[in-house]
């Protein structure tokens, strides 16, 4: 599989290309890692970051006309925590204006979190800022699927970084990708020791994680996970 960038963009928000549907764009700062894919006139954004940088975002997304001829996008939060879903209302603010209709989707713990702006769980006060309570229109369980265009996600929960963490699984024909979240990044896992975190947990899920043929990883934030069965064994090995 060919993974490429367009440099005329600063070092550290580089699109990541992994075609034929997938964009990558590396968080700034604290924010996430967002993900674009798109397949006949439909997208899935996973992950918004805090929202701070929302404008680089989106400024990419219209240079390079990553959305051109988009009419619907689901916004998919793979988990509760305010650097992964900070950026919801703006980026729906956004795409409304431009004719786009916007869809919230989440695994139903994290969609209840989101619903009650739990911020004992969200931790929006940990980045000096607020979580507007918000209404979410998916309210997914493990095995649900996501379809944008041709092309099905299928929801995978992966508790332990918090009670609601989701990986999507797709397998577009020729690339199998698992979006995780902060279940497991490259080299490491998400912390277990914010609210709902649990180290027990993570680590069956990511033994469950272990059984999927992926061809990349690509995590919340930090880079692509290239070979994905290795980076799993050798976290699992010094885990307790």
Not at 26 to 33: K, T, V
Not at 65 to 75: D, F, H, M, S
Request: aromatic content about 10%; hydrophobic content about 40%.
């Amino acid at each position: 599989m060919k993974i490429s960038s367009t440099e005329e963009f600063p070092r550290d928000i580089v699109p990541i290309e992994v075609p034929p549907h997938v964009v990558m764009l590396r968080g700034i700062g604290w924010d996430s890692n967002i993900y674009l894919v798109t397949d006949g006139g439909e997208a899935l954004i996973i992950d918004t970051g805090t929202g701070v940088n929302w404008h680089v975002y989106t400024e990419i997304w219209e240079r390079e006309n990553y959305l051109e001829g988009v009419r619907k996008v689901i916004i998919f939060n793979t988990h509760e925590h305010f650097d992964h879903v900070g950026g919801n209302a703006v980026l729906k603010g956004w795409l409304e204006k431009r004719g786009i209709s916007v869809l919230f989707a989440a695994h139903r713990v994290t969609a209840d979190a989101l619903e009650r702006g739990n911020d004992y769980v969200i931790l929006a006060c940990h980045y000096g800022r607020r979580f507007e309570p918000q209404p979410v229109d998916l309210k997914l369980e493990e095995g649900d699927k996501l379809k944008v265009g041709s092309l099905e996600l299928e929801l995978l929960h992966t508790p332990g970084h918090t009670a609601g963490s989701s990986c999507l699984y797709l397998d577009d024909g020729r690339h199998k990708l698992m979006f995780t979240g902060d279940t497991i990044f490259k080299g490491t896992v998400g912390r277990t020791d914010f609210p709902t975190g649990n180290g027990w947990e993570l680590r069956e899920s990511l033994e469950r994680l272990l059984q999927s043929d992926v061809d990349f990883g690509l995590p919340g934030h930090g880079g692509v996970i290239k070979v994905w069965k290795k980076n799993l064994i050798e976290v699992l090995g010094w885990l307790p």
